[in-house]
């Protein structure tokens, strides 16, 4: 049957597939527009299921707040190459998805992806995507924050970006500085007291070790590990890290100069490049 080019772009629009593979499709399904529209999803899945073993190195990590800067949400859209990152559908999508996560806060990756996103479910759209680009696409990371200040900042590249925590408001770019601190620097956490405690013991067993293989007598292991976990802990929790845009005070102590009773409750960071 003839198919006529405003059908195409009628379920082009519908579905978001090239032209060819909705002109493809309508005639595969007789100008049926619901099969026509499956036949795009099957191809999706299809394109998905042979690339499922393939590598999402690539991509777009995007960090958002509401208007109210108390919710914040990290989330990441991963490709296989930079070509298709960059590319302005994948770039609409990666950010549908953020805003969706944003409006709904989900408490979960497997809840997001079940949420409505156009006609389609989150899962349904990254599939529909893969299909269309023949690259598989996935959503490897999301988390959520919600505090009195949230602050957020995300790197040039989009490969790498941050949501942070604050127990009150302060100033925009105050909160932008400390999200570019934990972006660049990567602390595992907000302090010492609140480092998991399975990091401190895999820390202090790799320095036993060291110190062991060095020589030195049994009776000062300990005190020589605790002493190189001080020096990790100034250089992994946020609170002891240098400020790196000033390079002379910790980040503590830059937050004192902020407001003396603020404090960080709580951050995420995501980087495709780790």
Known sequence: MEIKA???AKLRKMTGAGMMDCKNALVEANGDFERAQEIIREKGKLVAAKRADRETTEGSVIAITNQKKDRGILVCLGCETDFVAKNSEFQELALGIARTALENMPDSLEELLQLSYEENTIAEAVTLQTGKSGEKHAVPFYNKLEAPFVASYIHMNNKVATIVGFNKP?????????????????????????????????????????????????????????????????????????????????????????????????????????
Do not use: W
Not at 175 to 201: F, H, L, W, Y
Not at 205 to 230: C, D, F, S, T, W
Not at 234 to 244: A, G, M, P, S
């Open 170 to 274: 302060i100033p925009a770019e105050a909160g932008k500085e400390i999200a570019m601190q934990i972006t660049a620097m990567s602390p595992v956490s907000v302090n010492r007291d609140s480092c998991p405690k399975e990091i401190i013991e895999k820390e202090l067993h790799i320095y036993r070790e060291q110190i062991r293989m060095e020589g030195k007598p049994e009776e000062m292991v300990e005190k020589i590990a605790m002493g190189k976990l001080n020096k990790f802990f100034k250089e992994f929790t946020l609170e002891d890290q240098v400020f790196v845009k000033d390079g002379k005070i910790t980040v503590k102590e830059y937050l004192k100069t902020v407001d003396p009773q603020v404090k960080v409750t709580g951050f995420f960071r995501y980087s495709l490049n780790d």
């Open 6 to 8: 405003v059908d195409v």
